[in-house]
Structures are given as C-alpha cells and as structure tokens.
C-alpha cells in the first residue's frame, strides 16, 4: 500500500526549473528578496505529501499491531480464567469430598452407651394381597433409632410402617402388594403417637399411581393425616418415598419402600420373596443421617431389606428345585444395582425395560424395580448380590440356602 502511494505521488513531480535572473542583473546578495517558483511549490507539496503518506502507513501498522496484541491478551487472560475455573472447580469438588469424609466417627465403639433398637430380621417372604373390594393401607411414619449394621454405630431411620407392621430393628419400610386393576386407598399418618417420635413433616409418593402430586402427594406436620385414592392400572414393582424437599434428604435417611403391582395373568409359583436395596449414610452416632455424604453419594452401607449382609448371617431358606419368584426393587436413591444370584440364571426376567428369558442380571436404576424366576437345581448356597461389586462390601449381599444342604446335604 505504501509502495504505489510512493509511486502515485512520484509520478505527478514536474521537472524543475531555473530559478530566472532579470537582465543584467548579477547574482543574489544576501539578504535580498527570494523569488519562489511554481516547480518550487510543487516540490515542497509533493514531499509533504510523502511524509503524510508515511506518516499513515506507519499508524496503520501500529494500529494493527496494537490490536494483535489486545488480541494476544484477551485470549491470554480467557486461558487463565480457564485455568483459575478449573482450579477452583477442582478445589470445590476436593472441598466437598473432605467434608464428606470429615464427619464423625461412626464406627460400633463411637455408638457404645446410646439406646437402640435390637437387630430383628425383617421377613423376606411376600406379603399378601389384602383381603376385600378395595384395597386400605395405613402408612405410619416413625423415626427410630436403630443400626443397620454390626459394625457401625446406630443411626436414627426415618421409616414408614404399612397396616401396624413396622420394622424395628432394622432400616427398611413393609412392602405393599395389590393385584393389577385394584382400587387403593392409602392413608399417610405422619407419627400417630410419641412413640413414632416423629418431629417433621413428611409426605408420601407413589410411583405406581396415576394422580396430581400437589393434591394425593402433599407434605403434612407430625400428627396430622392424609387420605387418597387411586387404581392400579400398571403392573410392576414400583417404588414409593416421602416427597417433601428436599427429597434426596429424606429418601437418604430411610423414607423408601416397595409396591407391587401384580399382573393379571401372573403365573403361581412355589415362593414369593422380597428384596428392596437401599442406600445408608450415617451421621454422629444415634442422631439423623448426613446429607453432605448424600450429596456425594457416599453411603457408609448399601444393604438389602434394611441391614448389612443380614441374610448370610441369617439365610433365606429354600427348596431345591421349586419355582421361586424375588421381587426386586433399587430404592436409592443414587446409587445403580446389579443383582444376580450366584450359581443359576433367571429364567424370566420382568423390569421397566420389559421381559426377558435366560437373564443373568438385571440392571435397576435409582427407582426401579422388576422380579426374576428360576429354579435351584442341586442343594447348596447360593449367594444373591449387586453386581457392582464396590458395593457389595458394604453390605449388598446375602444367601439362599436349601433346606437339604442346610442339613449337611450340600453337592460340592
């Protein structure tokens, strides 16, 4: 650009001429009047021109250069902001584990001196359909203090008992069982008496419903009662929970339980069980779960029906070669489950993600739930876990045994 601008302004110089001397006159004294011609102007233009001419292109290139450089910058200072973000991101989410991790001592020696419920095995064996048209459940909601394992100190549970069964002694809430097309009536009783000691409000969902949440799902203070209704159109196994916020808090502390819906069709079998996974997340010994490991997904114990491994010390006992049917539910609330029974395969497998033959596990989301059939060929044991097997440590296991081995006639 400077170079044909040079040349442009080259081109319109005139040649110069002489300066002329009037006749018989000699050269200029000092001093003396100065005659300026018009090649003169022309040339005093022509390099003022030059000089403006270099003048821009010299501010043009500054100018370009400056804006490369506040380019150089911002682009600098978005890669340290970057950099600053991911720092703090990391520290955040460092912060967060160290507060997880930093909670009080939960072991059995920290709990030593605080009242508690005794270890009672909940019963494994499906409950009946209720008798009648229409099907009433009473659900109490109680507080306890219970352990929900023998190596760790008690915690307090938030539960639910269904028609005056409670499990006491242990973590986990009674199962509810209707028939498919059932009419339902649930009556949620947020602590009866002092005894339930219960000193929030508390709600309950049903996920086998079809209803308005802001009206069958509304949140009511200790003491108070609430009623509704709806009809069971979906088989299945379904999860129910309280639903007051924030809810992770309450599922987290123990307010999750079971439905099923049982298809019309459904085929007899020789045993029905029931088996509902669920997270634990202690706090300070005796006193209300930790939300800050909740919000980590943290648990201290994944148990199956409210205790750690309760069913290897005390196993469900079977018979080989009868038809049994396990109800499954993964009630959270974060955590995946995996279960599979050691040494055979399902034959059929019912979950949200539909049926399935010759399965070896179903996979259950947070929520989900499902059954699986199959058949003990030979007398043994035979483990059922998650097959996540970082979980199973912490308490997501336990045994069927048949009755034949169980009396020294195991097959090796």
């Known amino acids: 650009m400077s170079t044909s601008t040079h040349r442009t302004t080259t081109a319109r110089r005139r040649p110069r001429r002489p300066a002329e001397q009037p006749a018989g006159k000699g050269p200029r004294e000092p001093g003396a009047g100065v005659k300026i011609t018009l090649g003169d102007v022309d040339d005093r233009i022509d390099e003022r021109i030059d000089a403006e001419v270099t003048k821009s292109n010299i501010a043009i290139l500054m100018a370009g250069f400056s804006i490369l450089m506040a380019a150089v910058a911002a682009v600098t200072i978005l890669l340290i ?24 001592d939960i072991s059995a020696e920290a709990g030593e001196g605080i009242d508690y419920e005794p270890y009672k095995r909940p019963d494994p064996t499906l409950p009946a359909v ?8 009473r659900v109490d909601v109680y507080e306890h203090v219970t352990k929900v394992s023998d190596d760790l100190a008690p915690t307090r549970v938030w539960s639910f008992g269904v028609n005056g069964k409670l499990n006491r002694g242990a973590g986990v809430s009674e199962p509810m069982v209707v028939n498919e097309g059932d009419r339902v009536v649930i009556k949620l009783v ?3 008496n002092e005894k339930m000691d219960v000193r929030m409000p508390h709600s309950i969902d049903f996920h086998s419903s079809e209803v308005a949440p802001n009206k069958a799902f509304v949140t009511i203070p200790p003491g108070e009662s609430h009623t509704f209704r709806f009809t069971a159109k979906h088989p299945g196994v379904y999860m129910y929970h309280c639903a007051t916020a924030p809810v992770l808090h309450h599922a987290g502390a123990g307010m999750v339980g079971m439905m099923v819906v049982k298809p019309k069709d459904l085929a007899p079998v020789d045993r029905e069980l029931w088996i509902t996974q669920q997270e634990y997340y202690l706090g300070k010994p005796g006193e209300d779960a930790d939300m800050a490991k909740m919000e980590a997904k943290e648990p201290d114990v994944i148990a199956f029906n409210g205790y750690a ?7 469900i006992k079977v018979n080989r ?25 399902f034959d059929k497998a019912v979950t949200d993600n539909g049926v399935a033959h010759d399965v070896q596990t179903i996979n259950l989301a947070p ?22 097997f970082a979980d199973t440590p912490k308490g997501a296991s336990g045994t069927l045994v048949t009755k034949g081995a169980d009396a020294g006639g195991m097959e090796h």
């Open 130 to 137: 209720p008798a009648g048209e229409v099907k009433k459940f």
């Open 309 to 315: 491994a309760q069913y290897d010390k005390h196993p």
């Open 367 to 388: 929520s989900q739930g499902g059954y699986v059939e199959f058949t003990l060929d030979r007398e043994g044991s035979y483990p059922f876990v998650t097959h996540a």
């Open 321 to 345: 070669g009868e038809r049994i049917r396990m109800y499954v539910l993964n009630a959270g609330p974060s955590l995946w489950s995996a279960f599979h029974v050691i040494g055979t395969v």
């Open 190 to 192: 947020n602590g009866a």
């Open 81 to 104: 902001g970057a950099e600053s973000s991911d720092s703090d991101a990391t520290a955040d989410a460092g912060a967060a584990h160290e507060t997880a991790a930093a909670t009080a």
